[in-house]
C-alpha cells in the first residue's frame, strides 16, 4: 500500500506546494543569511519603506472603503463557479456520452445564462 | 502508509495552526486570508480519504467561492480596521462552541468507522474517486439507477443526464433564481424623489443610480 498509484499522481501537488512555500522562504532566510555575514548592506530610508505600487504614490492608509458594486461581480462569480461543479463530471465523461448530454449541458448554461443576461441587462456590470 | 501519516500530520498541523489564527488573529482581513488556508488543508484530507471530487468542491467551492465572499465582506465592511474587537457575545459563543464540540466528538465516537452497514458504505462510494467515471453496480442499485450499469463505466455525469436529469435542470434554475435574487438585493436603490428634486449634485454622484430608477418602472 506504500505509495500506490492513486497517491502517485498527487505526487506532483506535493512537489508544487514543497516549491511554492521553499521558494520564498529561502529567498527571506538568503536574505537574512546575507545580513549576517555582511554581504547585505544595510541603509534604511523613508524613500524605501513606501508602499510599491506601480510606481504611483500610494494614497490614504492601508484600509479605504471598496466600492459596494464590486459584490455584484462575487455573487456572479460564485453562482458560475458552482456552475463548473456541475461541468466537471461531464467534461470527464465528455467522450463517452451521446448527443443528448451535450443538449442537456447546454440547457443547463442557457439557463445560468438567463442571469447573466439579466445581470447585463440591469446594468449591474456597469460602473455607474 | 507512512506517506500518507506524513502528509495527514503536515494538513493537520496547517489545518489546526491556520484554525487558531482565524480565531486569535485581530486583523480580519488576515483571519480571512487563514480561513482560506483552513479550507485548502480539509480538501487535502479529502485527498487522503480518495475522494477527489469533494475535493475539487472543496477547493471550487469553499476555497474559490465562499473566501471570495468573506473577503468581500470584509473589504466592504466599514472600521474594518478596529478589527475584532472582544464584545458581549463572548461567553455565549463560547458555549456555543463548546456545544458544537461537543456533539461533533459524540458522533465521531459513536459512528463505528470501521463496520458501516452495506449501504451506507455504498453511499460513501459515491463521492470517491471512481465515482467520477466509474461506480459499482451495486451503488447505482442504492441509487435507484440500477438500469444505467452498461458495460462501460457509469459516473456521475452518466447519473446526471441520465435518471437524474430532471434534478440537473432544476438546479440551473435555483441557481438562476439564486443570482437574480442576490443581484436584486445587491443592488443600489434608485435615489427617492424629492432628494433627487432638491438636490442635483448627489444626482450626479452616482449615474447608476439613475439608471437602476428608470428599470424599476
Given at each position: ?128 | ?160 443526464i441520465g435518471r437524474f436529469v430532471l434534478p440537473f435542470e432544476a438546479v440551473s434554475v435555483l441557481l438562476l433564481a439564486a443570482l437574480i435574487g442576490a443581484l436584486a438585493l445587491v443592488r443600489p436603490r434608485p435615489a427617492p424623489q424629492d432628494a433627487r428634486a432638491s438636490g442635483a449634485e448627489s444626482a450626479s454622484e452616482s449615474a447608476g443610480a439613475g439608471a437602476a430608477g428608470s428599470e424599476a418602472d
Amino acid at each position: 500500500m506504500f505509495l500506490d498509484d492513486y497517491f502517485r499522481q498527487y505526487g506532483l501537488v506535493a512537489i508544487f506546494c514543497v516549491v511554492a512555500v521553499a521558494v520564498p522562504v529561502s529567498m527571506m532566510l538568503m536574505s537574512w543569511g546575507m545580513s549576517r555575514v555582511g554581504l547585505r548592506p544595510r541603509a534604511p530610508s523613508a524613500v524605501k519603506a513606501e508602499t510599491y505600487e506601480c510606481g504611483m504614490e500610494a494614497i490614504g492608509g492601508k484600509w479605504n472603503l471598496f466600492n459596494f458594486r464590486y459584490y455584484m461581480f462575487a455573487i456572479l462569480f460564485v453562482i458560475f463557479d458552482v456552475e463548473v461543479i456541475f461541468l466537471y463530471p461531464w467534461a470527464t465523461k465528455f467522450l463517452s456520452l451521446e448527443l443528448f448530454a451535450l443538449i442537456e449541458m447546454a440547457v443547463f448554461v442557457g439557463i445560468l445564462l438567463i442571469g447573466w443576461a439579466y445581470a447585463w441587462r440591469k446594468r449591474d456590470l456597469e460602473w455607474g | 502508509m507512512l506517506f500518507q501519516d506524513v502528509v495527514f500530520w503536515l494538513l493537520t498541523v496547517v489545518a489546526v495552526g491556520s484554525a487558531l489564527g482565524v480565531v486569535l488573529i485581530r486583523d480580519l482581513f488576515r483571519a480571512a486570508l487563514l480561513l482560506v488556508a483552513v479550507f485548502v488543508a480539509v480538501g487535502g484530507y479529502f485527498v487522503l480519504l480518495n475522494a477527489e471530487f469533494l475535493a475539487v468542491v472543496q477547493v471550487l467551492i469553499y476555497a474559490g467561492a465562499i473566501s471570495v465572499l468573506i473577503i468581500f465582506a470584509v473589504m466592504l465592511t466599514r472600521d474594518v480596521q478596529q478589527g475584532n474587537p472582544p464584545n458581549r457575545l463572548q461567553i455565549p459563543a463560547v458555549a456555543l462552541a463548546a456545544l458544537l464540540l461537543a456533539a461533533l466528538v459524540t458522533v465521531a465516537v459513536d459512528t463505528q468507522w470501521s463496520f458501516l452497514p452495506e449501504g451506507e458504505r455504498q453511499s460513501v462510494e459515491l463521492v470517491q474517486t471512481a465515482a467520477v467515471s466509474d461506480i459499482s453496480p451495486e451503488t447505482l442499485e442504492q441509487a435507484g439507477a440500477a438500469g444505467e450499469s452498461a458495460a462501460q463505466g457509469v459516473g456521475l455525469a452518466d447519473l446526471l443526464i441520465g435518471r437524474f436529469v430532471l434534478p440537473f435542470e432544476a438546479v440551473s434554475v435555483l441557481l438562476l433564481a439564486a443570482l437574480i435574487g442576490a443581484l436584486a438585493l445587491v443592488r443600489p436603490r434608485p435615489a427617492p424623489q424629492d432628494a433627487r428634486a432638491s438636490g442635483a449634485e448627489s444626482a450626479s454622484e452616482s449615474a447608476g443610480a439613475g439608471a437602476a430608477g428608470s428599470e424599476a418602472d
